[in-house]
């Protein structure tokens, strides 16, 4: 199996290329003409029959520029999904390098590296038919940091007749192992991530005289305090949740008290049944403070993804193959989930498969946080991404894992 390895790495400058070229063409959300032009392009050069391109379907009825591909094996067996994200950020590049980019939007969470190893999948597999069972879809998906891309795929038909999927992120979120190891964890890998709003309303006046006026400054105080003792008073210690409010928005001058205080915030979960408690807990405190004080409030929820929760069996078998294929010292188990969303999530909730991560770090104090206007990543390691998935593309139905 450490053939694949090998016929990866040689195609190593194939994969840089298709990374450096993406990364100079960032496009954002589901608006991605040159991104998904590109991608068709690359996919029929590679001699790949079955391509659909415009897959997602919008809340508005029109077409996404989602991308799917298959192929089929000479003998048969189940479909595999691996899936790339395809969008990058509206962040001006402050990296100098000959591939950056000029349009003022910017990969800066390694989504065109995601594609470029995706691509190079396609290759190893499209040349090695013969010893593929049964089918590999491939899947690039716009609108992953908007966490609203994957749903639109799913209504498209993405994962008709998907039996499993698997996708990775790399970059600089994970840094265990050495540069190109890959990492994998059974359970909860990712969290959920919701937006609530609530608006207080009061009755304004004259700062001098609060007892004439209903304060809804006070009440989004109260409210963003006890909506912290949610988490300490109602929560296992041994459960992660964060409820973080981020915005507080009211008041026009220093002495008068307004008619409506805004806040918003996020909550985060590694636990589908505690997410639902929560949210409505959420709710019930804000009703409750604004009415213990006079006042009301309404809160708005608006749901984002829900947990990455891998398949236990799945993360095996690709632990297996990937200590095959790259090497024992190549494949880690992550130590923690991270509270970050990822809409991976929706493909998760409808077939078994695994998120994993992939350490494209420096390991010598360039590496930058995700998201931020320096990000770059190492190009080397990438080849090791394409390796991984092609492996388990080709030997998870074996029963030897
Ligand atoms: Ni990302």
Known sequence: MNKISEASKQIEGQIIE??????????VSHDLPKTADYIFRELQSLGVESIIKNVGILRNGAKSCGIIADITGTSNGKTLAIRADMDALPIREEVLSPFASVNGNMHACGHDAHMAMLLGVVKLIAERR??????????????????????PMLLDGALYGVDAIIGLHTGTLWNEGKPGAIGFRTGALMASTDRFIA?????????????LTVDPVLMACQSVCQLQSIISREVSPLSPAVITVGMINGGAAFNIIPDIVRIEGTLRTLDPELRKRLLLRITETIEGVARSMRGSAEVTVIPGCGVVQNDDEVV?????IAKQAL???MAHVISEPTMGGEDFSAFLDKVEG????????????RDMPHHNPKFQLNELTLWSGTAAMTAFALYWQEDIW
């Open 18 to 27: 298709w990374r450096r070229e993406l990364h100079r063409i960032p496009e």
């Open 130 to 151: 013969s010893e593929l069972k049964g089918k590999v879809r491939f899947i690039f998906q716009p609108a992953e940091e908007t966490i609203n891309g994957a749903v």
């Open 199 to 211: 608006q207080f309303k009061g009755k304004g006046g004259h700062g001098a005289m609060p007892h």
């Open 316 to 320: 095996l078998k690709m632990v297996n």
């Open 327 to 329: 090497g024992d010292d």
């Open 354 to 365: 695994a998120y994993f991560f992939h350490n494209a770090t420096f390991g010598d104090g």
